[in-house]
């Protein structure tokens, strides 16, 4: 594989795959928890990469910091490319499709599930969730918002002071006109999780595996 990460094994056979891409300056063992908090009965094979970049202040990261909704294009594309082969890998090694697979991260990590999960060429899964991030607006990369699109779930603190709410706003309306099925939640935190939007996201993570049949 292309990319360092950690698997969570599923119970028994798996329903799906559950992919969290972590933000900047952490690595693969910082979203690891999270996949209980969504999965809680390991239905789903849980996967969290390790950003390919070191880079100040320390840690992993998946881009250079170009911008406020534009990372920096000499980065952000090999990371895009990179990560998109090491998905594809990962289908062919576990037998486990796009179209059963969710895509979620944090901060960074939302900005490579946007641009995974919708940019052009590439398979839509069969979920996004992103939190703390938004949509990247990036020379040489392209976002395919033809329906159908997967639904999205979007959470976001009003207090962010590093990608402010107003991010995540504007990705809502962007994926709403494009017709997805958007739920978005703000809560009043910093540039944080909210633990109780994943629990609420518990029972859409099972319909939105449900309603996309493997091919």
Known sequence: MSLVHLSRPPAREPE??????????????????????????????GVTPRGPLS???GG?????????????????????????RWLDELAAETGIPPEKTVLGGFSQGAVMTYALG??????HPAALIALSG???RVPGFELDLEPPLPPV??????????????????????????????????????????????LELRPWLTDALAVRPAA
Not at 27 to 40: G, I, K, N, Q, T
Not at 118 to 123: D, E, K, V
Request: charged letters at 20%; a negative charge.
């Open 153 to 198: 779930a979007i959470g976001h603190g009003t207090y962010d002071p590093v990608i402010g709410v107003e991010w995540g706003r504007q990705a809502k309306a962007l994926l709403e006109e494009a017709g997805a099925d958007v739920i978005c939640r703000e809560y009043p935190l910093p540039h944080t999780i909210e633990p109780g939007f994943l």
């Open 55 to 57: 880079l100040p202040p």
């Open 16 to 45: 799906g795959m559950l992919v969290l891409f972590h933000g900047r300056g952490a690595d693969e063992r910082d979203l690891y928890p999270v996949l209980d908090l969504l999965d809680p009965e390991q239905r789903l094979l």
């Open 134 to 136: 938004f949509i990247p």
């Open 118 to 123: 919708l940019g052009r060429g590439r398979p």
């Open 60 to 84: 992993a990261h998946w881009y250079a910091l170009g911008g406020l909704g534009t990372p920096d294009p000499s980065t952000f594309l090999p990371t895009y490319e990179l990560a998109s």
